[in-house]
């Protein structure tokens, strides 16, 4: 049975770094993916890894800012944010991709099929 648990969310002040872990099971062979979700904003992609974890992609709102990495061995993948500004407050989710493609040197997950719960990061001073 296909199951996330989030975990690492807090209080964090401006510029400061949190690691949020996504512990999975039954989804060794599926790309995973971060996602968050404001109050009053669309659910926004994150970043996503590949299962090998060779792969990987980042919004342009986090990049050189979040670094997504996977244990498989730990079944685990990891959100590293560092740089937090206020506007990463948002609860975030992991997600299984039915789906990826590494084309022309570009990675994209799509189709994510497995929900976790979220984890609330509250950004503020």
């Known amino acids: 049975q296909a199951q996330f648990v989030e975990s690492g969310g807090g209080l964090v002040q401006p510029g400061g770094s949190l690691r949020l872990s996504c512990a999975f099971s039954?989804?060794?062979?599926?790309?995973i993916g971060w996602f968050r979700e404001a109050p009053g904003k669309e659910r926004e992609g994150v970043s996503c890894?590949?299962?090998?974890?060779?792969?990987?992609n980042y919004a342009d709102s986090v990049k050189g800012r979040f670094t997504i990495s996977r244990d498989n061995a730990k079944k685990t993948v990891y959100l590293q944010m560092n740089s937090l500004i206020p506007e990463d407050t948002a609860v975030y989710y992991c997600?299984?991709?039915?789906?990826?493609?590494?084309?022309?040197?570009?990675?994209?997950?799509?189709?994510?099929?497995?929900w976790g719960q979220g984890t609330q990061v509250t950004v503020s001073s």
């Open positions: 997600a299984a991709a039915g789906g990826d493609s590494y084309l022309g040197g570009s990675y994209s997950c799509r189709e994510y099929i497995y």
């Open positions: 890894i590949s299962s090998s974890a060779e792969h990987t």
């Open positions: 039954g989804l060794d062979y599926y790309a």
